[in-house]
Each structure stands twice: as C-alpha cells, then as structure tokens.
C-alpha cells in the first residue's frame, strides 16, 4: 500500500503581489504650454489683422460719407462716377465688377464642374494623378501674366476674330471675364473633386445595382449628394473673381463706363483702387476717402458671399455614417 495515497495535500499558496495603483493624473510636459501659447497667438493675430482692416474701413468710409457733398442714397444709385466734380455713384464701378464675375462664372462653372465630375467618376488613379496637377498650374500662374494674356491673345485672336474689330474694343470686359474665368477654374474644380470623392462609395455602389449607368450615377446620385460643397465652390470662386485686381486692370479698361456691353471698356471697382492708388492723392481728400468707401462695398459684397457660402454648407451638407 502506497504511504502517499492517504496522505493530505496541502493546499498550494499563491504569492500575492501587490499592484501599484495607476497615476492618472496629467503629465505635465514643459513646452505643451508654450506650444499652446504660440498657437494662441497666430490665432489672435488673424482675428486682429482682420479687426484692423475693417476699422481703417470704416473709420476712412465714415469721413466720406460724413462730408457735406456725399450722399449715401446717390451713391448707390447715381451712374456717374467723377469724385473730382462731385459726382459719387458706385453703379458704374459696380456694375463692371458683376458683368465680369458673372462671365468668369459662365466659364469656370461648367468646365470646373465638368472636371471634377471626370477626376471623380471617371478618372482612372493614374490619370488623376497627373490630370489633377497640371490642372492646378494655373492656379500658381501669377494673374498679371493673366492680364497680358488676355490683353494680347484672347481680345485681338478670339475676341475681335469672332467679332470684329468694330464692335470688340481693345480693352473691353469681356477678355478679363473669360480669362478670370481660366483662373478660378482649378478652384471650382478641386472643391468639387473634393466634395464628390467624399461622397461614400456605397451610394455609388446602390445606383450601379439598380441598373443605372456612370452618368446617371454622377448627376442624379453624386453631384445632390455634394451640393452643399459644389455651392461652397462655387461662391468662393465667386468671391474671388469679384476680388481680382491685375486681370480688370490691364484688360477691363480704365475709367468708370455704365454699360451692360460686355466687348467696352468699363473699371471695376478693384482696378479704380488700384489706379487712383498709384497716383497722387492727398490725404483726408474726397478722392482719397472714396477709395475706402468703394473698398468697404467690395468687402461687404465678399463678405455677404462668405456668409452665404457658410449658410449653405450648413443647410444642405450631408452627414453619412
């Protein structure tokens, strides 16, 4: 008989080992508060530089529309502007800014939209890949190469070509809303490449299983799902075609013209400061106060667009899961 087999087994004991309670208090590391601080600072530096601009605004638009001789009424509807004569209507100024944003956005509308929607839909990897940056060269060519090109090749070989040197004039509105046009076409046409990539691929995915073809998928499916950025680009390229300054002030012509012909010559309201800037102006004069009451209607009108853009990405942006 085995000795072993009656004998008690002791029950084995387990070393306990004591477990050091974790320290979850913050870690406190000497250049996060520094780091914090010189982000705070480029943060606080944007918003004064901005504050600053709209004060010298106001505060040089008020002096104007405070002297005896300036009417705010006239000056929206008066359609002649001759400061030195006493004469304040921004509708000449005005209206050349929208005649050639509205061109440019004649051009860049489609042909960004219709760029994007291929770069998205139809675009192969490798061909975006080179597509897409050659496309946004132009958004690197410095806009006064802009102007001479449309001073030198779209008015005398396309302009005047098609229409006839009697009715195309050699500065006219129509040569810097085309060329402005080319220029925010790579701006249209990356927002909306980015709008339509971010839509989810299983939208896509569903109109290809109910039988719908690629083009069916990209207007009826894709393009309502990114509305909302599309709008987005569209008014942005807006702001910066009413914003342009070099394209309006080498091909748009000078002197303030009230016409709706697109082939005459009229200033905007970006190459009238840019002109009458350059020459001598006294300060606290009626022409010089003008310049920043033209100025502040531009970054009202700027502005408007922005709030309008932002309005719009909030209203009609899709959220998916």
Same mark, same amino acid.
């Given at each position: ?41 480029? !943060? ?161 995915? !569903? ?70 800037? !350059? ?43």
């Amino acid at each position: 008989m085995d000795s072993s087999a009656g004998a008690r087994t002791e029950p084995r004991t387990v070393a306990s080992t004591s477990v050091a309670p974790l320290d979850l208090r913050r870690k406190v590391r000497p250049f996060e508060s520094v780091i914090q601080a010189l982000l705070f600072f480029c !943060g606080a530096v944007s918003i004064l530089t901005t504050a600053g601009i709209v004060y010298v605004l106001f505060q040089e638009a008020w002096l104007f529309f405070g002297l005896p001789e300036v009417s705010l009424v006239e000056f929206f509807t008066n359609t002649l502007w001759a400061p030195q004569i006493g004469e304040f209507g921004v509708l000449p100024l005005l209206n050349a800014t929208l005649i050639t944003s509205l061109i440019a956005m004649l051009v860049a509308a489609p042909l960004g939209l219709g760029a994007a929607i291929y770069l998205s839909e139809y675009a192969t990897p490798s061909v975006r890949g080179i597509l897409k940056p050659i496309l946004e060269i132009l958004a690197g060519v410095p806009t006064v190469v802009y102007g001479f090109f449309a001073l030198t090749f779209v008015t005398p070989s396309i302009l005047q070509a098609l229409f006839g040197r009697d009715q195309v004039q050699f500065y006219n509105m129509a040569a810097a809303g085309l060329t402005m046009g080319i220029m925010i076409l790579p701006l249209v046409a990356s927002m909306s490449e980015d709008a339509l990539a971010a839509v989810p691929r299983s939208l896509r995915e !569903g109109a290809y299983g109910l039988g719908a073809t690629r083009l069916e998928t990209a207007l009826r499916v894709t393009v309502p799902a990114a509305i909302s950025g599309i709008a987005a680009a569209l008014i942005v390229a807006v702001s910066r075609a009413v914003g342009e300054t070099m394209i309006v002030l080498l091909a748009a012509g000078a002197g303030p013209n009230f016409t709706f012909n697109p082939f005459t010559a009229a200033e905007t309201m970006t190459g009238h400061i840019a002109r009458i800037s !350059g020459g001598d102006l006294s300060y606290g004069s009626v022409q010089y106060t003008s310049l920043f009451a033209i100025a502040l209607t531009l970054f009202i009108m700027t502005f408007v667009l922005n709030l309008i853009s932002g309005w719009i990405v909030r209203r009609f942006r899709e959220v998916y899961e």
